[in-house]
């Protein structure tokens, strides 16, 4: 790779991606990470990065987990094949992924889970929140690896989501759920690093808790990158 910092291949929308990703870069920067973009209309190159942010933005089609579409929304099959398929061999190989609300979400598909389409409707006494604001309350499960990063007390988040994870993929644990029971933070229950939270951290960058998520994305990433140098060459290569 050239230079010092790992670098991250951040996933997003061709439509509302451009607005996003400066964004996503500065909190990979100010962490010690460089960000590049990725759109499903670019080529992907996974041995390029060190990590990999699956980012916000449109809804899974339910199609990717068996199930059909029940309401109107606005899906983009371009960019649920790439990240299925980019999050599945993250995993296999080892590369450390941070999974940002839609991304969460991806993460838990692309490990054979299933997500609940409209997810507020089914928490009777959970007032929809749709805001960039920390107005929602979660609860980290202690002894989780997010609860080693960022601390498990309670945490106020953002919430822009309408989907969220019903049955958990393979090897997948819950992480944190909000005061009302809705899961808001998955993660791979061992190593390599693998982490999905439901809000948007790039919003709240001024918040030490919410850039630790990105430290530890970057800090994975360049371990990643050392071990990939210190693999020896098969024999008969040079």
């Known amino acids: 790779m050239v230079g010092t910092r790992p670098v991250i291949g951040v996933t997003t929308s061709r439509r509302s991606g451009w607005r996003v990703f400066p964004l996503v870069r500065f909190n990979v920067w100010l962490v010690g990470g460089r960000a590049i973009r990725w759109t499903s209309a670019a080529d992907v190159d996974l041995g390029a990065v060190d990590g990999i942010i699956i980012g916000g933005g449109d809804d899974i089609s339910p199609e990717l987990y068996g199930a059909s579409v029940k309401l109107t929304a606005r899906l983009d099959p371009d960019r649920d094949r790439m990240e299925r398929d980019i999050a599945r061999q993250a995993v296999h190989d080892g590369i450390p992924v941070l999974g940002i609300c839609r991304g969460a979400q991806m993460?838990?598909?692309?490990?054979?889970?299933?997500?609940?389409?409209?997810?507020?409707?089914?928490?009777?006494?959970?007032t929809p929140i749709k805001t960039i604001l920390p107005r929602r309350d979660v609860e980290i499960a202690p002894g989780s690896r997010l609860a080693k990063i960022a601390g498990d007390a309670p945490m106020r988040v953002n919430a822009l989501h309408t989907q969220a994870v019903d049955q958990l993929g393979t090897d997948l644990r819950i992480a944190a759920r909000d005061l009302h029971g809705m899961v808001q933070a998955i993660e791979r229950v061992r190593d390599p690093f693998a982490l999905g939270v439901q809000w948007?951290?790039?919003?709240?960058?001024?918040?030490?808790?919410?850039?630790?998520?990105f430290r530890a994305l970057v800090r994975a990433a360049r371990a990643y990158r050392t071990d990939a140098q210190q693999i020896p060459l098969a024999v008969g290569q040079d």
């Open 107 to 126: 993460l838990n598909v692309a490990q054979g889970g299933s997500l609940h389409q409209d997810a507020w409707p089914l928490f009777e006494n959970a």
């Open 200 to 213: 948007h951290p790039e919003h709240l960058f001024y918040a030490h808790r919410q850039r630790a998520l």
